[in-house]
T-cell receptor
Framework: DTGVSQDPRHKITKRGQNVTFRCDPI?????LYWYRQTLGQGPEFLTY????????KSRLLSDRFSAERPKGSFSTLEIQRTEQGDSAMYLC?????????????FGPGTRLTVL | LAKTTQPISMDSYEGQEVNITCSHN???????ITWYQQFPSQGPRFIIQ?????VTNEVASLFIPADRKSSTLSLPRVSLSDTAVYYC??????????WGAGTKLIIKP
């Protein structure tokens, strides 16, 4: 399967703990995105990479969130000192570089539950 | 960034054609219109994208009037498996798309 993969699929943690999620994009895709989605809402943009460069980060994103894409391939999203409000589905997507196009390929997501 | 407005929910029956309309009054000249489908506990899946007039692929058609202030996703002969949330987005680049709450489509037997 050459689609976007995410690991883990589910994560349960206690408030105050740190968590890290991994995303493996489609191999030839330069662009990688992270989103957060809560029940009944559409995905909320968190951050965007082109190759290894983090080009955009949502102003809504707390300093507790950090993302990396060290070699322009896989990416990690870390949440420090988790809070119950961080409970959500975290989605990763990738896309090739195509100006003016909006097609993104999404992974299955990581569902985070903070107790 | 252009915002979109679409119905919160719609019902239809198997075998019917379903049309979901989205309004995007502030669409910019270089914005494309893209529709995604999302099933519970899965990531969104791209359905179709267009700039103007009509676009058709194997699963849907997208109708865009000349003023581009709205668009209509048409799903022919829906089945129970088309029950999902459908999102309409507009954007000129490949990121920073604004996702609304989407339209929850329920197909009944």
């Amino acid at each position: 399967d050459t689609g976007v993969s995410q690991d883990p699929r589910h994560k349960i943690t206690k408030r105050g703990q740190n968590v890290t999620f991994r995303c493996d994009p489609i191999s030839e895709h330069n662009r990688l995105y992270w989103y957060r989605q809560t029940l009944g809402q559409g995905p909320e943009f968190l951050t965007y990479f082109q190759n290894e460069a983090q080009l955009e980060k949502s102003r809504l994103l707390s300093d507790r969130f950090s993302a990396e894409r060290p070699k322009g391939s896989f990416s990690t999203l870390e949440i420090q000192r988790t809070e119950q409000g961080d409970s959500a589905m975290y989605l990763c997507a990738s896309s090739p570089v195509q100006t003016g196009k909006g097609e993104q390929f999404f992974g299955p997501g990581t569902r985070l539950t903070v107790l | 960034l252009a915002k979109t407005t679409q119905p919160i929910s719609m019902d239809s029956y198997e075998g019917q054609e379903v049309n979901i309309t989205c309004s995007h009054n502030n669409i910019a000249t270089n914005d494309y219109i893209t529709w995604y489908q999302q099933f519970p506990s899965q990531g969104p899946r791209f359905i179709i994208q267009g700039y103007k007039t009509k676009v058709t692929n194997e699963v849907a058609s997208l109708f865009i009037p000349a003023d581009r202030k709205s668009s209509t996703l048409s799903l022919p002969r829906v089945s129970l498996s088309d029950t999902a949330v459908y999102y309409c987005l507009v954007g000129g680049s490949n990121y920073q798309l604004i996702w609304g709450a989407g339209t929850k489509l329920i197909i009944k037997p």
